[in-house]
Every structure is written in C-alpha cells, then in structure tokens.
C-alpha cells in the first residue's frame, strides 16, 4: 500500500540526531519509475571511500544492508518513489512508499536529511474532492495525483416526473425534501475532511446546492466548481485548480512580506536575523527560496548551527560537521510549530533567499 506524502511526519523526523556529530543516519530518496540500479551502489562505494574505518563505517555498511535487503522484497503497484531513513547504531528505520517520482539522492550525516520532504509536502498539498448529482456523492481526498480516503453516499431520490395521481405541489415538496436530506448527509462527510481546500465537481446545480448546506468554515475552504459527468475522471483538472490557486496564494504571501518590511512590522529577512528569529520560535511562516541552500556548520551538542565553517562549536569545544543552513533551518522550523513554503521569486532572492512572518517582535 502506497504511503500519504501528508502523514509523513516531518516534526519526529527533525528531532532525531546523533548528540556525538557522528555520521550515522543514511537518507536514500529513490526514483523507483526509473530505477537507476547502479546509483545506490556508486553512492555506496563514495561514501564508504571516504568514512574511517571502526565504528561510523560499521554502521554505514549494516544500515546499507538493511536498505539493500528492504529493496529486494520489491515495490508496490503504482510505487514511484522510495523514501528510507535508517541507522544500524541507533536501531532506527523508517520508510515511505510513494506514488510520485522523486530525484535519487543518497545522503550521510549525523541527522535524517528531510529538507527534500519539506518541499515535497509544500508541492503536493492534499485537498478534499467532492464528486456529486441529485442523489450520489463521492468523497475523495487527493495528494499528488493520488486518491486517498474514499466515501461514497447514494440515497433514492424521486426523479423529475410526477407520481400518477400527485399533485404538482405535493410532488416537488417531497423531492425537495429528500434532496434536502441528502445534501445535509454529504455536508456532514465533508465537514470531516482535514484539508484546506475542497473542489466540488459533477453535473447539474448539486455540487453548488452542497455549498448551502457547509459550515461557514468549511464552506470558506470551497476553492472552485467543475462541470463534469458523474464518476468522471476530475483528478487532472482539479490539480490545475490547485496550482493556481496555490499560485494566487504565493503573490499575495509574497506582498504581504513586502508590506510587513516596509511598516517595519511582523517580519524578517535575511539567512542570520531569520535563524535567531527561528531559534527564538518567533516564526509563524518560514518563506524559502525554491532550490536555495547555503553551507554552514553545526554543533549536534548545543545543537547550535551558522553559516561559515569553523570546527570547534565556541560554546561547548565540540566537534563541528558541515551542513546545509537550509536543512537545519527546516528542521528548527519543524520544532518549533512554524510552517514552511518553498517560493521562487525575484524578491525573496532579493531578500537573501529567506524569510519569515513573525509571531513577535523580540524586544530591542
């Protein structure tokens, strides 16, 4: 069975690391579509060329054992991407079977490396698809292209023709009333739908009926109609009205830091003010730069991380290891209920890649 890009869960991932800086978590994402069979054992041969021998190689060579054992028992139908993170020392491995391609990617360090996750739960948002007529609904949730939970309804509605013997009056009551009924049970499933957004699709005027019938919170989340046959296939055409949707969304985040700049309000910008700002939770939103990264290190001790490269931490005398400032912002981010949008805009990069909406403004 195929694994829910949104059930991963990024904020256990991001507090698991090694206290001694040691490089003992392997994170493989696969592309399974196109499986490359030489990439795992290239990547393999790289990085056992260059760890010591004793303990940190032992480990790198068990936990490729039980990755290389896992991807002989096989994929699951429909399965276009394997995501594992393992480590043999720590007695830990996890692994995610999804229905998208991912890059192959195959990464050591003394933490899981989740930042290619973070940008995968960003691009595949799930949403709520509602299929509906006078008397069926479908109930749907979607993520990259995948449906997930399913839930159909049917209920006897009387057809547009008057029963022998019924006045005109009578005869519309009642169907009005049996429809009636039926959209409050389709509202009642669709107010359990945790998404936020919802497409409603189908023939006829059914679909903006519903609508009547939501909650004014969940009503709110209704992003756009489609016209189509009932049991149709709408998947592709709701995945356009959520790009764009998210695309509107995006300009307006993007204005909306603009303004807070300007009013010298609620925001930050910049690598350094936005990872004291993060450390200090004052973060709501963290906005990233599509593709951006930035060498740093990091103390797994003090669990304290900059930019630049020194290898003694200045507050403890530790071991330092080499990092992805993004990675570790990311991470940081997860701990501290912030949530993450990845953005690729002229802008942001003007900004220095990064930025963030603000909880608070610290004391100055």
């Not at 054992?41 to 039980?66: H, P, Q, Y």
């Not at 009636?180 to 189908?202: M, N, P, Q, S, T």
């Not at 931490?313 to 981010?333: G, H, N």
Request: proline share 2%; charged share 30%; with cysteine.
């Amino acid at each position: 069975m195929l694994d829910n890009i949104q059930k991963i869960d990024l904020r256990e991932l991001s507090t698991l690391y090694d206290e001694e800086s040691r490089d003992v978590f392997i994170s493989l994402y696969l592309n399974v579509e196109n499986l490359d069979k030489k990439f795992i054992e290239e990547r393999a041969n790289a990085c056992k060329s260059v760890l010591k021998d004793g303990l940190i190689r032992e480990n790198f060579e068990k936990t490729m054992d039980w990755i290389n054992d896992y991807i002989k028992e096989g994929m699951e139908e429909g399965q276009k991407g394997l995501i594992i993170f393992a480590s043999y020392l720590k007695n830990f491995f996890t692994d995610y079977k999804l229905g998208v391609p991912l890059k192959n990617m195959l990464v050591v360090d003394s933490s899981p490396y989740i930042k290619p996750v973070a940008e995968l739960l960003d691009l595949y948002d799930e949403y709520g698809l509602v299929m509906i007529n006078n008397n069926k609904a479908r109930i749907y949730t979607v993520s990259g292209g995948k449906i997930g939970y399913e839930r159909g309804i049917a209920e006897h509605v009387m057809n547009k023709h008057k029963k022998g013997g019924w006045s005109q009056a009578r005869f519309q009551r009642i169907r009005k009333g049996e429809i009636k009924h039926f959209l409050k049970r389709v509202a009642e499933d669709v107010e359990k739908l945790d998404v936020k957004y919802i497409i409603l699709a189908g023939p006829g005027e059914a679909k903006k009926w519903l609508v009547e019938y939501l909650p004014k919170n969940v009503g709110e989340r209704v992003i756009s109609f489609i016209d189509a046959k009932f049991g149709g296939d709408v998947v592709a055409s709701s995945e356009k009205v959520i790009e764009e949707e998210k695309s509107v969304e995006r300009k307006e985040l993007i204005q909306n830091l603009v303004n807070e700049i300007l009013r010298n309000g609620l925001a930050v910008h910049g690598v350094r003010e936005t990872i004291e700002a993060t450390r200090n939770a004052q973060v709501e939103m963290l906005l990233i730069k599509k593709g951006f990264s930035i060498k740093g290190w990091k103390c797994e001790k003090c669990q304290i991380f900059d930019v630049g490269s020194i290898e003694k931490c200045p507050y403890c005398d530790s071991k330092t290891t080499s990092v992805d400032v993004i990675e570790e912002l990311i991470e940081l981010a997860e701990r501290t209920d912030a949530s993450i949008e990845f953005i690729d805009d002229d802008i942001l990069s003007k900004l220095g890649g990064i930025a963030g909406f603000l909880r608070y403004k610290a004391s100055q």
